[in-house]
Nanobody, 115 residues
Framework: QVQLVESGGGLVQPGESLKLSCAASGINFSIYNMGWYRQAPGKQRELVASITITGSTNYADSVKGRFTISRDNAKNTGYLQMNSLKPEDTAVYYC?????????WGQGTQVTVSS
C-alpha cells in the first residue's frame, strides 16, 4: 500500500520559516518525480515546487527565492523549506509523486501564516 505522509505544518508569523516533510512508503521513492502543491480556501490547487529524479527543480514565481525543495532518497522523504513566509502562503500543502502513469497524493498539512 502506497502512502505519502506530510508533516511540519503549523501556525507561524510573517517572516518565519517552516520545513515540510513528505515521507513515502510502498514505492521506490527514488524513481518518482515529486512535487509540492498548495490549496488555499476558495482557490484551485497550485504547483509550488517540483523536483525530478535527477534533482532538477522548478518553482512557482510566487515562492522563488524563498522556498527550497529537496529530497533524500535514502530516507524516502521529500522536503519543502519555506522561508520568509507571507500571509498569502497560507494553505493546505500536499506532496505528490509521479511516475507515469502512477500518481500518488498525500493527505495534506495546514500552513497558516498570521500575525
Amino acid at each position: 500500500q502506497v502512502q505519502l505522509v506530510e508533516s511540519g505544518g503549523g501556525l507561524v508569523q510573517p517572516g518565519e520559516s517552516l520545513k515540510l516533510s513528505c515521507a513515502a512508503s510502498g514505492i521506490n521513492f527514488s524513481i518518482y518525480n515529486m512535487g509540492w502543491y498548495r490549496q488555499a480556501p476558495g482557490k484551485q490547487r497550485e504547483l509550488v515546487a517540483s523536483i525530478t529524479i535527477t534533482g532538477s527543480t522548478n518553482y512557482a514565481d510566487s515562492v522563488k527565492g524563498r522556498f527550497t525543495i529537496s529530497r533524500d532518497n535514502a530516507k524516502n522523504t521529500g522536503y519543502l523549506q519555506m522561508n520568509s513566509l507571507k500571509p498569502e502562503d497560507t494553505a493546505v500543502y500536499y506532496c505528490k509523486t509521479i511516475r507515469f502513469p502512477q500518481t500518488y497524493w498525500g493527505q495534506g498539512t495546514q500552513v497558516t501564516v498570521s500575525s
